[in-house]
């Protein structure tokens, strides 16, 4: 009953016919905009954990390890899409149990080694609950996807109750952010004729991008060791 009525509503087809169901169909449409809600202020107090740690980190390393913070709340379409693909029920307690993207946060930082350092400090925290860890840096997928994920759980408060959300933490470099937009067009694009020349290529700019960003690092580390070396004896070498 349920998950006929959202798909109608969310997918923008007809509307029921009868008073009563048209206003079941508007509580469920309530409850769905208020947990849509609970997400979103999930997302806002995980995008503030990263931006006090780069503000902090900024302020005494003199540099700041992310460079950019995206997030978004999955949209009605694809929540019932992955709910119908996994076999889910799609009931809001069933959406909390199962769903761990609904909030999803992306930490775009300059080098690797920030991607470790920044996590270690987030899950440190002692209101962050890590339920779940995949490191597809360590381990690339076949394609040559890499990034750091997590799925975390924080708790939200509002006016008169405490509310734990789930919420999906990305965590990659800026290469690694510019390959994933462009693989991302690959999704539905499986079939086409030159696929697997695309594919190919893409798994090989995947793997010259993973030896770039170590070679930035270790640039990085060498210029920031000269600095230092200079700001102590004023020689230059
Ligand atoms: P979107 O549009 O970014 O939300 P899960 O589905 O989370 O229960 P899964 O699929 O094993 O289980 O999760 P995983 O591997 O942690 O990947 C989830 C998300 O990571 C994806 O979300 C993508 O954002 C990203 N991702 C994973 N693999 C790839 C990849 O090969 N290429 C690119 N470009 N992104 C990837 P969605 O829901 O697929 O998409």
């Known amino acids: ?32 905009s208020d947990l849509l809600m609970m997400y979103q202020c999930a997302i806002r107090e995980v995008r503030t954990k990263f931006e006090i740690l780069n503000d902090d980190l900024s302020l005494h390393n003199n540099r700041n390890p992310i460079e950019m913070i995206k997030s ?52 440190r925290q002692d209101d962050v609950t890590v339920l779940e860890v995949k490191d597809y840096i360590k381990n690339p997928k076949p394609n040559g996807y890499r990034s750091y994920h997590m799925i975390v759980e924080i708790p939200v408060f509002f006016a008169h109750r405490k509310q734990n959300v789930k919420v999906e933490v990305q965590l990659r470099t800026i290469a690694m952010d510019f390959w994933a937009s462009l693989e991302h067009g690959m999704k539905y694009k499986k079939d086409m004729p030159n696929a697997e020349e695309l594919i190919s290529e893409l798994k090989d700019c995947a793997d010259i991008i993973a030896a770039t960003d170590l070679r930035m690092q270790s640039l990085n580390e060498r210029i920031h060791t000269e600095n230092t070396e200079y700001e102590k004896t004023g020689i230059s070498n």
């Open 1 to 32: 009953m349920m998950e006929n009525e959202l798909q109608k509503y969310f997918l923008g087809q007809e509307l029921p016919q009868n008073a009563e169901a048209i206003g079941e169909l508007f509580q469920n449409a309530k409850k769905f």
């Open 72 to 123: 978004r709340v999955k949209r009605p379409p694809s929540i019932l899409e992955k709910m119908k693909r996994r076999g889910w029920e799609l009931s809001i307690p069933s959406i909390l149990e199962n769903l761990n993207d609904v909030a999803g946060v992306r930490v775009i930082c300059s080098f690797v080694d920030d991607i470790y350092n920044v996590a270690e400090m987030f899950t």
